[in-house]
């Protein structure tokens, strides 16, 4: 800790401590001995005279008479650095995919595409790859159904390694938009006791070992057999615990880990995925929700293409030709907006087109809801007032009880990507909805926010791992988290 010492105010007399100032602020140098090849790759030529070390693995090995080229990887940047080693250099054991530390000079480089280049005076290999039996193959482009089985690699492929910055930089541009808007980043739990959604999706949370629970009850005159005495699960939303916090700080979002036990194998279902949830006070119609949504989807757009422009390209020209169209159009225009009954309106007209019917009262499907985005102009759609039924028990009815204040936010090729709500806040209304659902014991506390210094609120939760689908025109959502999980699948 900093050394302190107390300080005295002077109109109160009252001493709080004062923290040295004498440590600045704390960076990690970068020095030629630790310098990222991202970095090596932004060297300016004149500067390159000093030895520099460079650590990765090998993505390619050209052989030539006197000279051998390679390509160094160390995930970065999309970009490996060329090494280029004579004939002094010692090359045994040098293999695609094995680890290696490289000494040399950079120099600028004659070849295409490359501003510099490292002449090695000295490589080792640190870690030694058999490419006999290596399940990655040089020059290759693997397909996703093939390193999805193999997740322990899946990151040295070149799609998945843009994958991982791309969600790292969307991660960054969330943090900042909200950062930036004055909300409070909030740590919601992973284990509750709730199941906020109501849909009875949740994974249930019990020590493994049989003489844990024997344990607890042994010190307890608890008899439940369950650890934390009430049913406990993964969380399947944070919304409530959102909820709790906006009624003391306003605006509030958290981004973390979700859980669903659906026994879907859908491309756009996970069991477990991430959420981007906000919550905030005084917004008190799904106008507010949709302008917030439309600016973050936008924002967090606009600095991820610009920040991870060559990932996001390797996805558009690779990955999902064409798909680039689909994001500018989403940053040069406005979402439109339909209410259910417009929408289901819009899709009994084409009825004839659909495996199920469409019909109001019940959820739009995956095909109702492309067909919505495409009829709209391939432009994300936010449909409003959904029927009160299909609903959970905290969204705020509508003039018209038989629909409730919720907004979707559809876009081109997922479908759903954000599901959001005013919350009811009315005591009584909430009171009779929880009693209808014989909830209201579990639920004093959510009713007490209305009690005491109740705010009319709203908020939404955003798929991350379906805002990247869309992003980069993935098909399978499980390509765009490092290890997916989902009924019959727990890898690793
Ligand atoms: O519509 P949902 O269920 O909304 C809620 O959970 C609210 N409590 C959020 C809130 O208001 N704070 O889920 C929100 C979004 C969906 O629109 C979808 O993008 C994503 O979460 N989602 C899933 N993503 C991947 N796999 C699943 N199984 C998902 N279920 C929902």
Redesign the pocket.
């Known amino acids: 800790m900093a050394a302190s010492i107390w300080k005295t105010c002077q109109v109160c007399l009252c001493r709080s401590i004062q923290y040295s100032s004498r440590v600045g602020p704390i960076t990690r140098t970068i020095s030629s001995q630790n310098a990222s090849i991202s970095h090596l790759l932004r060297r300016d030529p004149k500067e390159m005279c000093d030895t520099v070390v460079a650590k990765g693995w090998i993505k390619s090995v050209r052989e030539q008479k006197h000279v051998m080229f390679l390509s160094l990887h160390d995930g970065s940047c999309i970009d490996s650095l060329q090494i280029v080693a004579k004939e002094h250099v010692c090359t045994d054991g040098i293999a695609f995919g094995c680890s290696v530390e490289v000494r040399g000079h950079l120099i600028p480089s004659k070849s295409k595409g490359q501003k510099v280049e490292l002449s090695a005076e000295e490589i080792k290999v640190i870690g030694p790859c058999d490419n006999e039996i290596y399940p990655l193959k040089a020059r290759t482009r693997h397909s996703a159904d093939y390193t999805r089985q193999i997740p322990h690699l899946r990151s040295r492929t070149n799609t998945f390694s843009s994958l991982l910055r791309i969600r790292n930089s969307a991660t960054q541009a969330v943090h900042a938009f909200f950062q930036e808007a004055g909300f409070l980043q909030v740590d919601t739990p992973i284990i509750t006791s709730n199941d906020?959604?109501g849909?009875g999706?949740t994974f249930t949370v019990q020590p493994a070992n049989p003489v844990v629970l024997e344990d607890v009850e042994k010190n307890s005159n608890d008899k439940s057999g369950l650890f934390f005495n009430v049913p406990a699960f993964l969380t399947?939303?944070?919304?409530?615990h959102?909820e709790i916090v906006a009624s003391s700080h306003q605006k509030v979002y958290t981004l973390g880990p979700?859980f669903?036990a659906?026994n879907?194998s859908s491309r756009?279902?996970?069991?477990e995925?991430y959420?981007l949830?906000?919550?905030e006070a005084f917004a008190d119609s799904v106008e507010d929700i949709m302008k917030l949504t439309e600016d973050c989807v936008k924002s967090v757009t606009h600095k991820v293409c610009n920040q991870s422009q060559d990932d996001v390209e390797l996805f558009h020209k690779h990955v999902s030709p064409g798909h680039k169209d689909v994001i500018d159009k989403l940053l040069g225009k406005p979402f439109t907006v339909l209410s259910y009954t417009d929408a289901i309106n819009i899709l009994e007209k084409h009825r004839k087109q659909f495996e199920f019917d469409p019909k109001w009262g019940c959820d739009l499907l995956k095909e109702h809801e492309k067909f919505l985005v495409s009829h709209c102009d391939n432009i994300p759609v936010f449909v409003v007032d959904y029927p009160a039924d299909i609903k959970?028990f905290?969204a705020k009815s509508n003039d018209d009880p038989s629909t409730v204040a919720a907004v979707?936010?559809l876009v081109p090729d997922?479908g759903?990507?954000?599901?959001?709500?005013v919350r009811e806040d009315r005591l009584d209304i909430l009171q009779q909805r929880l009693d209808d659902l014989k909830l209201t014991d579990s639920y004093q506390w959510y009713l007490d926010l209305r009690r005491f210094g109740n705010v009319p609120h709203s908020?939404?939760?955003?798929?991350?791992?379906?805002?990247l689908q869309f992003l980069l025109g993935v098909e399978h959502?499980r390509d765009v988290i490092p290890f997916p999980r989902y009924a019959h699948s727990c890898l690793l």
Do not use: K
């Open positions: 906020c959604e849909a999706e399947v939303s944070g919304q409530l959102l979700t669903r659906e879907s756009r279902h996970l069991s995925f959420m949830e906000v919550e959970p905290y979707d936010l997922v759903e990507l954000v599901g959001g709500t908020g939404f939760g955003l798929g991350f791992e379906r805002y959502i």
